[in-house]
Protein backbone atom coordinates (compact mmCIF):
# COMPACT_ATOMS: atom_id res chain seq x y z
CA UNK A 1 0.00 0.00 0.00
CA UNK A 2 1.39 3.54 -0.83
CA UNK A 3 1.85 5.91 2.27
CA UNK A 4 -0.95 8.65 2.72
CA UNK A 5 0.63 11.78 2.38
CA UNK A 6 -2.21 13.64 4.34
CA UNK A 7 -4.55 12.83 7.24
CA UNK A 8 -7.72 14.68 7.72
CA UNK A 9 -6.53 16.82 10.70
CA UNK A 10 -3.23 17.74 8.07
CA UNK A 11 -6.08 18.90 5.58
CA UNK A 12 -8.32 20.65 8.27
CA UNK A 13 -5.41 22.68 9.55
CA UNK A 14 -4.00 23.89 6.43
CA UNK A 15 -3.40 27.42 6.18
CA UNK A 16 -2.85 29.23 2.63
CA UNK A 17 -0.79 32.22 2.91
CA UNK A 18 -2.80 35.05 1.22
CA UNK A 19 -1.86 37.49 -0.67
CA UNK A 20 -3.48 41.15 -2.36
CA UNK A 21 -4.55 38.79 -5.34
CA UNK A 22 -5.05 35.31 -3.74
CA UNK A 23 -7.62 32.43 -3.48
CA UNK A 24 -10.93 33.17 -1.49
CA UNK A 25 -10.43 31.84 1.94
CA UNK A 26 -14.24 30.70 2.52
CA UNK A 27 -13.63 28.85 -1.29
CA UNK A 28 -10.76 27.09 0.12
CA UNK A 29 -12.11 26.11 3.20
CA UNK A 30 -15.08 24.73 1.40
CA UNK A 31 -13.31 22.54 -0.94
CA UNK A 32 -10.70 21.56 1.74
CA UNK A 33 -14.23 20.22 3.79
CA UNK A 34 -15.31 18.34 0.28
CA UNK A 35 -11.68 17.04 0.20
CA UNK A 36 -12.05 15.34 4.08
CA UNK A 37 -15.19 14.04 3.58
CA UNK A 38 -14.26 12.35 0.89
CA UNK A 39 -11.10 11.29 2.26
CA UNK A 40 -12.79 10.01 5.29
CA UNK A 41 -14.93 8.29 2.96
CA UNK A 42 -12.40 6.44 1.14
CA UNK A 43 -10.64 5.28 4.62
CA UNK A 44 -13.72 3.58 6.28
CA UNK A 45 -14.68 1.55 3.27
CA UNK A 46 -11.30 0.77 2.77
CA UNK A 47 -10.78 0.03 6.59
CA UNK A 48 -14.87 -2.44 5.85
CA UNK A 49 -13.06 -3.70 2.76
CA UNK A 50 -9.66 -5.24 4.44
CA UNK A 51 -11.81 -6.62 7.54
CA UNK A 52 -14.07 -8.53 4.11
CA UNK A 53 -11.24 -9.78 2.67
CA UNK A 54 -9.31 -10.68 5.94
CA UNK A 55 -12.70 -12.65 6.41
CA UNK A 56 -12.98 -14.19 3.34
CA UNK A 57 -9.46 -14.89 3.12
CA UNK A 58 -9.82 -17.27 6.57
CA UNK A 59 -13.01 -18.77 4.67
CA UNK A 60 -10.67 -19.92 1.89
CA UNK A 61 -8.33 -21.54 4.33
CA UNK A 62 -10.90 -23.32 6.40
CA UNK A 63 -12.67 -24.68 3.07
CA UNK A 64 -9.52 -25.62 1.67
CA UNK A 65 -8.46 -27.84 5.04
CA UNK A 66 -12.49 -28.94 4.26
CA UNK A 67 -11.55 -30.00 0.70
CA UNK A 68 -8.14 -31.38 1.51
CA UNK A 69 -9.93 -33.65 4.91
CA UNK A 70 -13.04 -34.61 2.55
CA UNK A 71 -11.17 -35.47 -0.64
CA UNK A 72 -8.85 -38.74 0.27
CA UNK A 73 -12.05 -40.28 1.36
CA UNK A 74 -14.28 -39.65 -1.26
CA UNK A 75 -11.35 -40.86 -3.63
CA UNK A 76 -11.31 -44.03 -1.78
CA UNK A 77 -14.83 -45.28 -2.02
CA UNK A 78 -14.74 -44.96 -5.70
CA UNK A 79 -11.93 -46.21 -7.19
CA UNK A 80 -12.97 -47.10 -10.78
CA UNK A 81 -15.68 -44.74 -12.30
CA UNK A 82 -15.58 -45.62 -15.77
CA UNK A 83 -18.15 -48.82 -15.35
CA UNK A 84 -19.99 -49.70 -18.76
CA UNK A 85 -22.85 -51.43 -19.52
CA UNK A 86 -20.88 -54.64 -20.65
CA UNK A 87 -19.04 -54.85 -17.13
CA UNK A 88 -22.61 -54.61 -15.44
CA UNK A 89 -24.39 -57.21 -17.76
CA UNK A 90 -21.31 -59.75 -17.40
CA UNK A 91 -21.61 -59.29 -13.66
CA UNK A 92 -25.32 -60.11 -13.94
CA UNK A 93 -24.94 -63.22 -15.98
CA UNK A 94 -21.79 -64.38 -13.75
CA UNK A 95 -24.35 -63.94 -10.83
CA UNK A 96 -27.22 -65.95 -12.38
CA UNK A 97 -25.53 -68.30 -12.87
CA UNK A 98 -24.15 -68.72 -9.65
CA UNK A 99 -27.39 -68.27 -7.71
CA UNK A 100 -29.38 -70.45 -10.64
CA UNK A 101 -26.37 -72.51 -11.20
CA UNK A 102 -27.66 -76.01 -12.85
CA UNK A 103 -31.07 -74.81 -13.20
CA UNK A 104 -30.22 -72.29 -15.82
CA UNK A 105 -28.06 -75.39 -17.82
CA UNK A 106 -31.72 -77.24 -17.18
CA UNK A 107 -33.72 -75.16 -19.00
CA UNK A 108 -31.41 -74.90 -21.99
CA UNK A 109 -31.40 -78.36 -22.58
CA UNK A 110 -35.46 -78.39 -23.24
Known sequence: MANRNLTTKDILQKEFKTSMRGY???E???F?????????SYNKEFTQLKA???RLLSKVDEL???ATVTKPAYSAQQPNTTVT??????RLSNLE???????LD???EL
Open 24 to 26: SPA
Open 28 to 30: VDE
Open 85 to 90: NFDILK
Open 64 to 66: TKQ
Open 97 to 103: RHVFGSK
Open 106 to 108: DTN
Open 32 to 40: LDNVIRDYE
Open 52 to 54: ENE
